[in-house]
């Protein structure tokens, strides 16, 4: 289910913020992975809503889990 697409003017917002962003993780001691950030790139060319980039992020940390988990079992 696809909702409205970010505006070029929407997209930049969001990209400008994103340094501040990664700062802001930094001082808590978190930085993004090479993969986390490959999803913010792509979820910017996709021109994802606000609630669809929550879903996607929501979706990449399921999967993380369960391939974690799944890696220990073993």
């Known amino acids: 289910m696809r909702g409205r697409r970010l505006t070029d003017t929407q ?3 969001i990209r400008r913020r994103r ?3 990664r ?3 930094a ?3 978190m930085h993004l992975t ?3 950030e490959a999803l913010f790139e792509q979820m910017d ?3 994802l809503t606000a609630d669809e980039r929550a879903a ?3 979706q990449f ?3 993380k889990r369960r391939k974690k988990a799944l890696a220990s079992t073993r």
């Open 45 to 47: 060319r996709e021109r």
């Open 27 to 29: 001082c808590e001691g």
């Open 19 to 21: 340094p501040g962003v």
């Open 11 to 13: 997209l930049a917002e």
């Open 61 to 63: 940390n399921r999967a």
């Open 56 to 58: 996607r992020i929501a």
């Open 34 to 36: 090479p993969e986390e």
């Open 23 to 25: 700062a802001s993780l």
